[in-house]
């Protein structure tokens, strides 16, 4: 499947950026002894993007099934954010189960 650069959702256009650094989750205000750390992926709402890292916290390419699992993932966000789901939107494993799901049937289309 090709890197693609945006998708149609609930009549919202999501922009997808595959970032070449990786993305760096900053605590929220609320956790200041939180530090920094890696992830895969993170979506907002308000900027309407999704951002998938391309390498991990150490250089390494993160492998094409991994980005596609975490863009996924992050689309899943996106669904319950637009639908307002704010719990289910905090459930990971929920997330998680969406994701796969959303990418069994949708994964073997273009975006």
């Not at 090709?2 to 595959?18: A, F, N, Q, S, V």
């Amino acid at each position: 499947m090709k890197r693609p650069d945006k998708i149609e959702l609930l009549g919202c256009t999501y922009h997808i950026e595959w970032v070449e650094k990786g993305i760096m989750h900053l605590p929220y205000k609320a956790k200041e002894d939180e530090e920094p750390y890696w992830i895969f992926g993170r979506c907002s709402q308000k900027l309407r993007r999704i951002e998938i890292s391309l390498h991990d916290e150490d250089g390494v390419p993160v492998p094409e099934e991994v980005m596609m699992n975490t863009l996924w993932h992050e689309v899943a966000h996106a669904i319950c954010q637009e639908g307002c789901y704010d719990e289910e939107n905090d459930n990971e494993q929920f997330i998680e189960w969406l994701g796969k799901n959303l990418q069994f049937i949708y994964g073997r289309f273009e975006l």
